[in-house]
């Protein structure tokens, strides 16, 4: 069992940055890929980013690419989401997620990932 607990969430106009964080329960948190997703009220779940067990891969969705960046620290069993130029757009719910296969691709499909976090409120506002 994995567990995940987000933070850094909030309120901020857009332009703005945050960073978020997640912390991963247990010892493998460094053999696994890590992703962020966000789901908008009314709307699906969609994906952010993902990054590989080592962090020498990631990938990002067109919609955040060259504002977002996707960073782990293994010894902190820390993944982290920098989100600059923020958008009222963005304005999610924004889950991180572990995919726990051993040193797996990674993958911006939902359905890759095993464990999911509680989630933490983004709101960006105009």
């Known amino acids: 069992q994995v567990q995940l607990v987000e933070s850094g969430g909030g309120l901020v106009q857009a332009g703005g940055s945050l960073r978020l964080s997640c912390v991963a329960s247990g010892r493998t948190f460094s053999t696994y890929p890590m992703g962020w997703f966000r789901q908008a009220p009314g709307k699906e779940r969609e994906f952010v980013a993902a990054?590989?067990?080592?962090?020498?891969?990631?990938t990002y969705a067109d919609s955040v690419k060259g504002r977002f960046t996707i960073s782990r620290d293994n010894a902190k069993n820390t993944v982290y989401l920098q989100m600059n130029s923020l958008k009222p757009e963005d304005t999610a719910v924004y889950y991180c997620?572990?995919?726990?296969?051993?040193?797996?691709?990674?993958?911006?499909?939902?359905?890759?990932?095993?464990?999911w976090g509680q989630g933490t409120q983004v709101t960006v506002s105009s």
């Open positions: 990054i590989s067990w080592n962090g020498g891969s990631t």
């Open positions: 997620a572990a995919d726990r296969t051993i040193r797996a691709r990674i993958s911006n499909y939902a359905a890759a990932y095993n464990y």
